[in-house]
């Protein structure tokens, strides 16, 4: 049994991103407890978990990354064998929130599908929800149930201040980023670009106009996720075409669908800088992809959790605490 803080705690982590688990484990100083998953020859799932959670507040870690369903399943069907092994709070840290991006009604007779997951995890019987860099603040209204929007942009700032780069200006991919590059912005002291595009269907994306000065500048994109890589790999050439000397991209989840990673391989992209919210198969990890971890800032949040301390500390970059 594992004691944090005074608290009998017990950290699982799930399929999608076991590696990541280690890491908050290492951090918070206790070993991960044993979950086995059961997969049956018709795909359903069941689960056995081998030592006690009575009274014990438990955190899940599952990002519901590629294959989305199942690792969606997957916790489900864990958060019910904790509710009735009566485990005290089940605290669900969710580094990448899938189908975030359906978070309203963009036609007539769509689902609003990140408001449909919200209500099945608290029927679940999830206490609390922890995720990273939501894709639109508004999902936080969808739980009756506590839920932490945690921010990798101390990790990221912190990347980019290491590299001393110069003459930077920070590129929004689109009008609904723009509060997110203006806030990155800010710890550069640098003016901020919006690419101005259209999108005639999913996963496509057409590059209309440019606003703002980019000429002779190192453009940084800043974006919560990067899909297909349509988007930025089309942001970037049209940088490039403005006078860009450079240009690196920045973004919390690398889903990296195909054809993402050949798309960034041949487009005039210095790096792409992201974090480990979602694990990378080999193939995907090309020297241009740099992953940087945030098991230190969701290994601190989940101790002030634990002691009832705040969180929201952790997500203003301060060059004396690297996360």
Known sequence: ????????????????????????????????SECEI?????????????????????FVIQSTSQPVNEHYMELFIVIDALKRASAKNINIIMPYYGYSRQDRKAMS?????????????????????????LHAAQIQGFFDIPID????????????????????????P??????????????????????????????VSEVMNIIGDVEGRNAI?????????GTVTAAASAL??????????????????????????????EELITTNTIKLPDYKRIPKVKQLTVAKIIGQGLLNIIDGKGV???FIYDPKNRM
Do not use: W
Request: charged share 25%; glycine share 6%; with cysteine.
């Open 221 to 229: 994109i800043v974006d919560d996720i990067v899909d297909t890589a």
């Open 109 to 133: 007779r769509q689902p609003i599908s990140a408001k449909l997951v919200a209500d099945l995890l608290t029927k679940a019987g999830a206490n609390r929800v922890i995720s990273m860099d």
């Open 149 to 172: 929007n945690f921010e990798a942009l101390p990790i990221l700032v912190q990347y980019f201040k290491d590299k001393n780069i110069e003459d930077i200006v920070v590129v929004s």
């Open 1 to 32: 049994m594992a004691i944090v803080h005074g608290a009998k705690v017990k950290l699982f982590a799930l399929s999608s991103n076991k590696e990541l688990g280690k890491e908050i484990a290492d951090f918070i100083g206790i070993p991960l």
């Open 312 to 314: 929201s500390s952790l």
């Open 240 to 269: 490039k075409n403005a006078g860009a000397k450079s240009v690196y991209v920045t973004c919390s989840h690398p889903v990296l669908s195909d054809p993402a990673v050949e798309r960034i391989q041949n487009s005039p992209i």
């Open 174 to 203: 689109d009008h609904g980023g723009t509060t997110r590059a203006r806030k990155f912005a800010l710890y550069f002291n640098a003016p901020i670009a919006i690419i101005d595009k259209r999108r005639p269907k999913p996963n």
């Open 38 to 58: 059961i997969h049956f020859a018709d795909g359903e799932l069941n689960v056995n978990i081998s030592e006690t959670v009575r009274g014990h507040d438990v």
